[in-house]
């Protein structure tokens, strides 16, 4: 690859070759390995035997138009219902003085904490007959739960905070300024905001909606448990179905994994699209007065708002979690004779390596969030502040993991790692799962990043370089510092979706060991609910605190500004 | 800002630390439960000096692992929660021929030459006896109007002996049971436990054909539950043990057999509300000889294994 057409500024060439190996090693590898296993059958017994025989058989089969619709279906509504919830508040909470601003911060950043088969299992709990709602209140909602609508309702409650996370922070950095310039020349407030502000923030809103998109035909919980009995299958529940039902279908498998990752894909270079018509660019050298307005009469209606959304997002999974956790037996209901601490000193007791299997996780957390941050920032950096060429290459590579459903990138990392001829592994080793994780989850900083790169004008790290600074400083002391609050936030967002990954943990980690969501889907397996639901809480809690306290230190550090 | 420096630090030595703990000298995958083959771990390697690394998940994720390792396997002794698992594995040539010395007291239809029964649960209907329905006693009990949209039927396309079940019983009468049992809104509600936690709680009052030793260890634990095994016979699951033919530790493997049907090891497989493999050891619940077994022929039903799921698929989710 040529690294000569770096005209405009910086030396790109280091970051470039960082992003590439990295890119290469966590994302190409393991997809490679799956493009290769849908092509060759029998390439687990190390064969490259009849070639495209799957091919015909899994795309001729009758139900695929079904599940392929249906994938798109979900997609679409859960990221219509997440804009829906997202983006007024998103945008109260940018421009205005929201009371208890903070508070509703931290209660609509918890969803992303809770996995979201737990959140559905909490909601099947509270919603089905004789559940939590009908013990309290006498009636259930359980037609709603089991439908279409109740598998948008229950999905857009886990992912919309992806969204309102990303407009808050964009239309906060686009600011009122740009919109008081539209003022000042005549326009209304809703025509300055129409045609000005939200325009200017579309970078972050496209890219976070696009998240949601994936994220919601990617998902496997939430589908499994409430689409099924609905009726409704999806692609990943058949990939499922393929990959667990003896005899086991990886061909088939991997050609549907193709084809979710080309509708992946497809909504990327839509959203690539839309952004490419014109420049985001918002944050230029001028410092900006971050004054906010009062709410004035909707104060109240907005403070309500965000109580109901709060409530159901993140207030009715956890007491439910919290309320089964606390359970003696499930049989016994809500009942204070039945309340009972016996599921979480078993935590604390290391009961069937309950503590292990915490330190496991937040452990593979935190290194996930390094590497993918490093690998993250790299690549956003070469593919919006350089003029390399081959650039593309780099975005999608991006892309792709966003689409592959967990399951799949496992059986991809066991396909290309397992190899005998290999000198050295990291499977069966806790790399396999690092390395995983890194797949999945590296998406998250790479967006975010590149959503903050394309706000930064060309013209700061060009004066720099007129200044007399080399690119590695320019990079270091002017781009990176303003990037870094999407970063960081990314990258927590990654500590927290990697200590509860489920999906990939369950086939891929190495005898022996225990991650939270293999502990948790053990209990479940075997029946002890209260338990598996115990560690829930108590890894929720934690996933959360830690991020807060951290993003405070930093704060405190000066490292970033509120 | 050294506070999370020092977490990375700890994070990456944990993770080295992991990484050299992976490797050890038997290595056995099983299909549940993580509980049992801890216990039978502890103990073997406290017999015995030779430590053991397992894999715990479903029947289907550990066939898919094995599946995607065949390149390159690395297990030594796989338990299995389908007996279809040893007979095809058998044909594939996969497995080692051994008749470990203390299953003398298996009853022959459970070992054959490569493959013996570590337990073997069976299927019965689990009730919620706080639902307010009626004991049920039978499985045609279920279509009756008192369980109207109360009864949970585990899928049998992701559990063998919920297909075995399906099958034998849909044999008899040309699916007959299972159109009324739709009739009168009966669903299929996932893998086993997905079919359980609903009854549990309440929302149902029945699974026809739930795992029996994970709703008698729910009752143990105190919740109002209770395993009907039906007069009219039902299906058992035994769950095979099998040596793989790469394992490079087939001594070790073997002894790891024994000490599984061994007095001790039987006695685990009891404790945790499974049939013990041997007939001499006793257990804290029905065993074989007290259930009727349905009749079936197993090579015919798995041979038309993809039509009996079509034919369900049709009923229940057909629209």
């Known amino acids: 690859m040529s690294t000569k057409a770096n005209g405009s500024v910086g030396g790109a060439a280091p970051a470039a070759w960082l992003a590439i190996a990295g890119l290469i090693l966590v994302v190409a590898i393991p997809f490679l390995a799956v493009v290769l296993q849908g092509i060759f059958p029998n390439l687990g017994q190390g064969s490259f035997s009849s070639p495209f025989s799957s091919l015909v058989s899994t795309l001729n089969d009758s139900a695929l138009i079904g599940m392929a619709g249906n994938t798109i279906l979900l997609g679409c509504c859960v990221v219509a219902a997440s804009a829906l919830v997202a983006v007024p508040l998103g945008v109260f909470r940018a421009l205005y003085r929201i009371p208890l601003a903070p508070l509703w911060d931290v209660l609509l950043l918890v969803p992303f904490m809770i996995p979201p088969y737990i959140a559905t299992l909490g909601w099947i709990m509270t919603l089905q007959p004789r559940g939590y709602l009908q013990q309290l209140v006498g009636f259930n909602l359980a037609p709603f739960l089991f439908s279409l609508f109740g598998m948008t309702l229950v999905m857009a409650f886990n992912t919309f905070p992806v969204v309102y996370f990303a407009v808050s922070r964009t239309v906060e950095a686009v600011g009122a300024r740009y919109a008081d310039v539209g003022r000042v020349f005549g326009a209304t407030p809703a025509r300055a905001f129409w045609r000005i502000t939200l325009p200017l923030s579309a970078p972050g809103l496209a890219a976070s909606l696009m998240l949601v998109f994936a994220a919601a035909i990617e998902e496997y919980g939430t589908p499994a448990a409430l689409g099924r009995r609905a009726g409704f299958q999806v692609l990943v529940t058949g990939i499922d179905l393929?990959?667990?039902?003896?005899?086991?279908?990886?061909?088939?498998?991997?050609?549907?994994?193709?084809?979710?990752?080309?509708?992946?894909?497809?909504?990327?270079?839509?959203?690539?699209?839309?952004?490419?018509?014109?420049?985001?660019?918002?944050?230029?050298?001028?410092?900006?007065?971050?004054?906010?307005?009062?709410?004035?009469?909707?104060?109240?209606?907005?403070?309500?708002?965000?109580?109901?959304?709060?409530?159901?997002?993140?207030?009715?999974?956890?007491?439910?979690?919290?309320?089964?956790?606390?359970?003696?037996?499930?049989?016994?209901?809500?009942?204070?004779?039945?309340?009972?601490?016996?599921?979480?000193?078993?935590?604390?007791?290391?009961?069937?390596?309950?503590?292990?299997?915490?330190?496991?996780?937040?452990?593979?957390?935190?290194?996930?969030?390094?590497?993918?941050?490093?690998?993250?920032?790299?690549?956003?950096?070469?593919?919006?502040?350089?003029?390399?060429?081959?650039?593309?290459?780099?975005?999608?590579?991006?892309?792709?993991?966003?689409?592959?459903?967990?399951?799949?990138?496992?059986?991809?990392?066991?396909?290309?790692?397992?190899?005998?001829?290999?000198?050295?592994?990291?499977?069966?080793?806790?790399?396999?799962?690092?390395?995983?994780?890194?797949?999945?989850?590296?998406?998250?900083?790479?967006?975010?990043?590149?959503?903050?790169?394309?706000?930064?004008?060309?013209?700061?790290?060009?004066?720099?370089?007129?200044?007399?600074?080399?690119?590695?400083?320019?990079?270091?002391?002017?781009?990176?510092?303003?990037?870094?609050?999407?970063?960081?936030?990314?990258?927590?967002?990654?500590?927290?979706?990697?200590?509860?990954?489920?999906?990939?943990?369950?086939?891929?980690?190495?005898?022996?060991?225990?991650?939270?969501?293999?502990?948790?889907?053990?209990?479940?397996?075997?029946?002890?609910?209260?338990?598996?639901?115990?560690?829930?809480?108590?890894?929720?809690?934690?996933?959360?605190?830690?991020?807060?306290?951290?993003?405070?230190?930093?704060?405190?550090?000066?490292?970033?500004?509120? | 800002m050294l506070k999370s420096l020092k977490s990375i630090t700890f994070g990456v030595f944990a993770a080295a630390l992991m990484a050299g703990a992976a490797h050890a000298d038997v290595t056995v995958y099983t299909a549940g439960p993580q509980s049992l083959i801890d216990k039978l771990s502890a103990g073997f390697t406290k017999q015995t000096g030779i430590k053991v690394s397992v894999f715990q998940a479903t029947t289907g994720k550990v066939m898919a692992r094995i599946e995607a390792e065949a390149a390159n396997p690395v297990v030594d002794v796989l338990v299995s929660a389908s007996w279809d698992t040893a007979t095809d594995f058998a044909k594939r040539g996969w497995l080692v021929k051994y008749s470990s010395p203390n299953a003398a007291k298996v009853p022959d239809f459970l070992k054959t030459d490569s493959a013996v029964a570590q337990g073997i649960s069976a299927l019965g209907i689990a009730w919620n006896t706080k639902s307010g329905t009626p004991k049920p006693t039978e499985w045609a009990d279920l279509t009756k109007k008192e369980y109207k949209d109360l009864v949970n039927i585990p899928d049998p396309a992701q559990s063998g002996s919920s297909f075995e079940l399906t099958a034998a019983l849909a044999g008899q009468d040309n699916f007959k049971l299972f159109n009324d049992l739709k009739a009168n809104g009966a669903i299929i509600a996932g893998a086993n436990a997905d079919a359980l936690n609903p009854v549990l709680q309440g929302a149902k009052a029945a699974v026809f054909g739930a795992v029996d030793y994970i709703t008698l260890a729910s009752k143990a634990k105190g919740e109002s539950i209770d395993v009907i095994f039906p007069a009219s016979g039902t299906v058992i699951a035994p769950r095979p043990a099998m040596i793989l033919n790469w394992s490079k530790n087939q001594d070790d493997a073997k002894k790891f057999i024994d000490y599984m049907l061994s007095d001790e090891g039987q006695k685990m497989v009891a404790d945790e509300m499974l049939m013990p493999a041997r007939t001499d050891i006793p257990a804290n619940r029905p065993l074989i000889s007290d259930l009727k077994l349905l009749k079936y022929d197993t090579a015919t039903v798995y041979g038309k294994r993809k039509e009996t799921l079509a034919e369900i698929t049709k009923i229940y989710c057909g629209k």
Do not use: H
């Not at chain 1, 061909?251 to 084809?259: C, E, F, V």
């Not at chain 1, 007129?466 to 927590?492: D, E, H, N, Y």
């Open chain 1, 242 to 562: 393929r990959i667990t039902d003896w005899p086991i279908d990886l061909p088939g498998a991997a050609i549907l994994s193709i084809l979710l990752v080309s509708m992946s894909l497809f909504t990327f270079l839509l959203q690539r699209w839309i952004l490419a018509r014109r420049s985001y660019q918002t944050v230029g050298g001028k410092p900006t007065a971050k004054d906010k307005r009062p709410l004035g009469k909707i104060k109240m209606p907005v403070l309500i708002a965000f109580a109901v959304v709060s409530f159901l997002a993140t207030g009715v999974p956890l007491l439910a979690i919290l309320a089964t956790a606390l359970s003696r037996t499930i049989s016994g209901g809500l009942a204070f004779d039945n309340i009972s601490f016996n599921n979480f000193i078993l935590v604390f007791s290391n009961s069937a390596g309950a503590v292990g299997a915490l330190v496991n996780s937040f452990s593979l957390g935190i290194g996930t969030a390094l590497i993918t941050g490093l690998i993250g920032v790299m690549a956003a950096y070469t593919v919006v502040k350089t003029k390399m060429r081959g650039r593309i290459a780099i975005d999608t590579l991006t892309i792709i993991p966003n689409a592959l459903p967990g399951i799949v990138v496992a059986v991809g990392l066991i396909l290309a790692w397992n190899m005998p001829w290999l000198p050295a592994t990291p499977y069966n080793t806790a790399f396999i799962l690092l390395l995983a994780y890194c797949c999945i989850l590296l998406p998250q900083p790479v967006r975010y990043t590149t959503a903050a790169f394309q706000q930064i004008g060309d013209n700061l790290e060009a004066a720099a370089r007129v200044f007399g600074a080399g690119s590695l400083t320019a990079f270091r002391r002017i781009l990176l510092p303003l990037v870094f609050p999407s970063l960081a936030s990314a990258m927590l967002l990654v500590f927290a979706l990697a200590s509860r990954e489920l999906v990939a943990s369950v086939v891929i980690a190495p005898v022996g060991m225990q991650t939270i969501a293999t502990f948790i889907w053990r209990q479940f397996e075997q029946g002890s609910i209260g338990l598996g639901m115990a560690m829930a809480f108590i890894a929720i809690l934690i996933t959360t605190l830690l991020p807060l306290i951290l993003l405070m230190l930093l704060r405190r550090s000066g490292l970033v500004a509120e």
